[in-house]
């Protein structure tokens, strides 16, 4: 007689149920729910609220957002903020794609090293280099400095305390934030893609159109998107180095829940400055799926 042996079964642990998934879930849902939901679900209800002399009731009126939308001072404002962020997106996002592109391609083995050179900057506080920036665009700053050299010195008027300044130094900010995603897209796509295209007889701009890009395009949507927010809301930059002319929305919610201590205006202001980059950011994304279809 010949004995048999049976191969022993291994033991498949069964898929979590849904309350298992829940709990794993319950740390990070109790995150959005404490630093998201909650702070703009009290931004809304302060937005409806009344102020009298400086004193929140909770009545419901509208009249905040009828004051907002009918400022002529909000409407310049808005304006402007939303050109000098989509300037200064745009340009911190090409800079970065065009840095990460080198980066990915010539740096070899050097690449990874050349990265957290250039998120550096991230490393220090975003005070320090906002009033290094405003150091240098200053009256005896480097740029002031080379222009009285070369007898340009009005052209020193322009260097701080202008809509300029604040483009300039918002796309230094936003930089590093855009190459983080467009890098860690192009770093994904395989090398022989590009070898590939030169096989068959592709020039270097016919592979970046059509076979770079388009799988790139994704991590420079999202690059565009995180500058757009950095620089949307910001209001440190423009306190900083913008001046009258620089001034954006986000100096005027400050002064509303500071010096005018009218936090029901600053609040409707800040309900509006959030929608309203959630809207840009609707149709970048939406753009950006028809350019794909298109494709």
């Given at each position: ?25 319950t740390p990070v849902l109790a995150w959005i729910l404490v ?261």
């Amino acid at each position: 007689m010949t004995a048999t042996t049976s191969a022993p079964t291994t033991r498949r642990t069964p898929p979590p149920t849904g309350v298992l998934k829940f709990l794993g879930l319950t740390p990070v849902l109790a995150w959005i729910l404490v630093l998201v939901v909650l702070p703009n679900l009290f931004l809304v209800l302060y937005s409806v609220w009344t102020n009298q002399f400086g004193t929140v009731e909770s009545t419901f009126t509208l009249e905040n957002y009828r004051t907002t939308f009918g400022s002529d001072v909000f409407q310049l404002l808005f304006k402007r903020t939303l050109v000098i962020a989509l300037v200064s997106s745009l340009i911190a996002t090409t800079v970065a794609y065009a840095v990460a592109y080198v980066v990915v391609r010539y740096f070899g083995r050097y690449k990874v090293l050349a990265a957290l050179l250039i998120l550096v900057p991230l490393w220090v506080s975003y005070l320090m280099r906002i009033f290094a920036w405003k150091i240098i665009l200053g009256d005896n700053g480097v740029l002031a400095g080379a222009a009285k050299t070369f007898g340009l010195e009005g052209a020193t008027q322009a260097f701080l305390y202008s809509r300029n300044s604040v483009i300039l130094t918002l796309t230094y900010v936003a930089i590093p934030y855009a190459f983080l995603s467009v890098y860690t897209t192009l770093d994904r796509i395989p090398a022989h893609l590009y070898e590939a295209s030169a096989d068959c007889g592709a020039s270097p701009w016919a592979t970046f159109k059509n076979v770079i890009w388009p799988l790139s395009r994704p991590g420079a949507a999202v690059g565009f998107a995180i500058a757009f927010v950095l620089t949307f809301g910001d209001y440190v930059t423009p306190a900083m180095v913008g001046g009258l002319d620089g001034t954006m929305l986000g100096t005027l919610v400050l002064q509303q829940f500071g010096t005018a201590n009218n936090w029901p205006m600053g609040a409707a202001v800040g309900i509006t400055v959030i929608c309203s980059g959630l809207l840009v950011l609707a149709v970048i994304s939406l753009f950006t799926r028809l350019e794909a279809q298109v494709d």
